[in-house]
Every structure is written in C-alpha cells, then in structure tokens.
C-alpha cells in the first residue's frame, strides 16, 4: 500500500523550500509526532502545571532536544531555518512542548557559548539526550524589564564565587538539575558574571511552582541563594561576560518566542476555519457570510507576513549578520503581539464553544499572553527598535524629495 498523503495545510509549506533534505527529514518526524501524539495530548498536559516530562523525554529521544547543540558534544546543530519550523509546528498544537525546545536554548546556551571544554565535553552529551536539565536564571523581584538592575552578586573566595540573593520567575526551578546564573561582581557592580550553581548547593533553596495563567506543563519557580559557594571552574566565560552570555540566550530565545506564536496563531485559525464551515446559522454556514470572511482573510494575510518576517530572523541568524538582534526583537514583537489579536479574533468566531475548556482555544488564549511578556516584552522590544531606527536615521541617505537644510526650516 502507498503511504497515506497528509492532505493539504490551510498554511503553505512554501517556506520549506529552504530547507535541505536531512532538515526536511527531522521536520517530517516532528509532524509525525505532532499528528500522533503531541497533539492528541495537547488538553491533557495542559490541564495541569507540572513539567511535561512525557513530552520532554520523547522530543529528546527523537532527536529534537539536540538540534539545539553542536555536533561536536552529540547534537545536530540546527539552523535556525529548521528549529523555526519546529517549534512552529509544535506552537500550533502544544505551547509546552514548543517551550521544550525553544527553552532548551535560554536554559543551556550559555553553556555551549561560555563553558570550559570539559564543563561541555561532560554536560553537552546529557543535555541533548535529556539525561540532565539547566535552567536559567536572570529575572528578579527587582529587575525583569530592566536586567542591569540586577542586584544577586557574587563575590571571588579563593578557589570559589559565593552567590548571594534572590530569582524570580524561574523557568524548569523544580526540574533542572543546575541554574545558569548571572549576578553582578560583589566588588565591582558594573561586571556581570555567569556561573553554574548545582540544584544541591549548600545555601541554595528552590521554591515551590509558582502557579500561573497558562503554559502549563513548564511551571516556574522562585530561588533563594545565601552565600552559595561554587568551585571557579563553574564560571561561564570570563569575568564581566555575563551580559552577553545572557543577551546570546536570549536572542535565540527570541526567535523561538516568535516561531511558537506563530504556530499557535496558525492553530487557532485552522481551528476557527474549521468551525466556520461546520457551523450554520442564518441559512448558510459561517464561512459564508462576508464578516467572518474578511476576520479570516486579515488573520491569515498577517500571518503569512510574520512568518516572513521570523524566516528573515532566522536566516539573519544562521548567517550570522549584525543586525539579526534588532531583527529578533521586531520577529517577536510582531509575532507575538500579533498571535494574541488572533487568538481573541479565533476564539470570538468559534462563539461560547471558543470559551469552553473543552476547547482548544481557551488553553491558547492563556498561553498567548506569555509570549507579549517574556524573552523581553512587547515594549521593550519597541524601545530598541525604535531607538535603533533613531540612530541609524542619522547616517541614512536622505529621502530624496526633500530639499536641503533641516526640516524644521520647511
Ligand atoms: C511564565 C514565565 C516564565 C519565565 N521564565 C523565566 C526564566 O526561565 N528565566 C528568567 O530569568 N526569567 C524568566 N521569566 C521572567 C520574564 O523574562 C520577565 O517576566 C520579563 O522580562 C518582564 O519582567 P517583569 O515581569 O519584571 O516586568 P517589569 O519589568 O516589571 O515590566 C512591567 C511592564 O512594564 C513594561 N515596560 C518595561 N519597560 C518599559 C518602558 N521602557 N516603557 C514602557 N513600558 C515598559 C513591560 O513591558 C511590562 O509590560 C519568566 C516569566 C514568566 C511569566
């Protein structure tokens, strides 16, 4: 018997096209397990926050959890065109499943960028088959929005960094098995720091899970560090690369962000177009009526014009340009804020069905919101874009109908 064809998306696959064949091979295997059991499990680990270990255990075993390392410490080294595509698909059934990967970047990047080679020789291995977790570790009471505001220090003691202070908001608290951690020199506040903390450092507590709104199945917690002593060698990069180690996380992390908004904005219209041709009233269905056409055709006209734009993050990225960060934020910014006005627009189609728990859209519509708020929320990222425009309107060419002089002079 010839294997049975998926038939055709509601969202093309023209994006595919830039994928080579061992991508399109993983990419396969991931739509296989969305279709079979990702999805089909998608309400159940949605129902309550404890971490997806199912999920976890079965995106490391096929492979997906690695795409996220270098080939050198057993992982595939994905490009960010591939890792897109994933998440997006694991975005369009299942938000925790998509944090799993996009997750995997924030919690351990830092250690493929800034570890010893023996601190990655040991670790990396574990992390791409799931063996081990990190989480990481950068919001506090005090600074979200504003990470310079960071007030966690650590302080050199001999062979040792002694941590001291407190995390908010920590992704994986109660599962990881060590926290990247960035704080600043207790000697010198201007010099961030990274170190590795193990989960049973003497002096560090982990909270409880911290209940939320949505993303169930990757549940938070907050962290406590009285004077936890690490060995040196557990610091990530040199002194003073805290910053940076953290702003590389992210910057992955970004575009994951925006990838899975994606995915979930384009499920909650295969699912409110579904829903508009099951649905009759006045005499016709409700695709019929020109109203819910036209919320349709804006939902998916600015959807294709996302994913243009996170394809342009991507390829920015696994070409290593200049400005692939402004190009995250604006992704993600877009995306993001872009997902959850669809989300609202799906679930108002879909009418009091859209709001039961029953359906799908009401786990979506929790799970949207996070999206606009972590990784950098939705005004921060206009704040560096916008400020990056200002600068650069400063050395760009002059629209040409302008005449000389300033335009104040008009
Ligand atoms: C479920 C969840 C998981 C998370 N996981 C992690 C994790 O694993 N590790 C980690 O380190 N952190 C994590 N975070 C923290 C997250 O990154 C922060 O919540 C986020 O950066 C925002 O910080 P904040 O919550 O302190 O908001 P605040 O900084 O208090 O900001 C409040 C509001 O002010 C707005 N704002 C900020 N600056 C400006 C401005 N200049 N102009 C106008 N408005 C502005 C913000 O957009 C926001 O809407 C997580 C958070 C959540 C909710």
């Given at each position: 018997m010839p294997p049975v064809q998926a038939p055709p998306r509601l969202f093309g696959d023209h994006f595919?096209?830039?994928?080579?064949?061992?991508?399109?091979?993983?990419?396969?295997?991931?739509?296989?397990?969305?279709?079979?059991?990702?999805?089909?499990?998608?309400?159940?680990?949605?129902?309550?926050?404890?971490?997806?270990?199912?999920?976890?255990?079965?995106?490391?075993?096929?492979?997906?959890?690695?795409?996220?390392?270098?080939?050198?410490?057993?992982?595939?080294?994905?490009?960010?065109?591939?890792?897109i595509r994933i998440i997006e698909e694991l975005g369009r059934v299942c938000s925790a499943s998509a944090s799993i990967?996009?997750?995997?970047?924030?919690?351990?990047?830092?250690?493929?960028?800034?570890?010893?080679?023996?601190?990655?020789?040991?670790?990396?291995?574990?992390?791409?088959?799931?063996?081990?977790?990190?989480?990481?570790?950068?919001t506090e009471p005090e600074a979200g929005s504003d990470v310079r505001g960071l007030r966690t220090t650590v302080r050199r003691d001999g062979d040792s960094y002694v941590v001291s202070g407190r995390k908010k908001f920590i992704t994986r608290g109660t599962t990881a098995d060590s926290f990247i951690?960035?704080?600043?020199?207790?000697?010198?506040?201007?010099?961030f720091i990274a170190v590795l903390v193990p989960r049973d450092a003497p002096g560090f507590s982990i909270s409880s899970?911290?209940?939320?709104?949505?993303?169930?199945?990757?549940?938070?917690?907050?962290?406590?560090?009285?004077?936890?002593?690490?060995p040196v060698s557990q610091r990530l990069g040199a002194e003073g690369d805290g910053f940076n180690l953290a702003q590389d996380a992210l910057l992955r992390a970004r575009i994951g962000h925006a990838a899975m908004a994606l995915g979930r904005a384009i499920g909650a219209v295969e699912i409110a177009a579904t829903y508009m041709s099951d649905r009759s009233l006045f005499g016709k269905a409700l695709g019929e009526h020109q109203?819910?056409?036209?919320?349709?055709?804006?939902?998916?006209?600015?959807?294709?014009?996302a994913r243009a734009l996170v394809a342009?993050?991507?390829?920015?990225?696994?070409?290593?340009?200049?400005?692939?960060a402004i190009f995250a934020s604006m992704a993600k910014l877009q995306a993001?804020?872009?997902?959850?006005?669809?989300?609202?627009?799906?679930?108002?189609?879909?009418?009091?069905?859209?709001?039961?728990?029953?359906?799908p859209l009401e786990r979506f519509f929790?799970?949207?919101?996070?999206?606009?708020?972590?990784?950098?929320?939705?005004?921060?990222?206009?704040?560096?874009?916008?400020?990056?425009?200002?600068?650069?309107?400063?050395?760009?060419?002059?629209?040409?109908?302008?005449r000389p002089g300033s335009l104040v002079d008009y």
């Open positions: 595919l096209r830039q994928l080579l064949p061992d991508e399109l091979g993983m990419l396969e295997k991931v739509r296989m397990l969305v279709r079979d059991v990702i999805g089909p499990k998608a309400a159940e680990v949605g129902r309550s926050d404890t971490f997806a270990w199912g999920n976890f255990h079965l995106l490391a075993r096929e492979g997906v959890v690695a795409t996220a390392f270098p080939r050198q410490y057993g992982g595939t080294d994905a490009r960010q065109a591939l890792r990967v996009t997750g995997t970047d924030l919690s351990s990047r830092a250690i493929v960028s800034g570890g010893s080679e023996e601190m990655k020789q040991r670790l990396v291995p574990q992390l791409c088959t799931g063996e081990v977790q990190v989480a990481f570790a950068l951690v960035v704080a600043r020199g207790a000697d010198d506040p201007a010099v899970e911290v209940g939320k709104l949505g993303w169930f199945g990757v549940p938070i917690s907050s962290l406590e560090f009285n004077d936890v002593a690490v109203g819910a056409q036209w919320m349709l055709a804006e939902m998916i006209t600015q959807i294709e014009g342009v993050a991507a390829e920015k990225y696994d070409r290593g340009d200049a400005d692939v993001t804020d872009l997902c959850m006005k669809v989300v609202v627009d799906a679930l108002q189609l879909t009418g009091g069905r859209g709001y039961l728990q029953d359906f929790r799970d949207a919101k996070l999206n606009q708020i972590g990784e950098g929320s939705s005004e921060v990222h206009k704040t560096v874009i916008g400020r990056d425009a200002v600068r650069r309107t400063r050395l760009a060419e002059r629209n040409p109908c302008l």
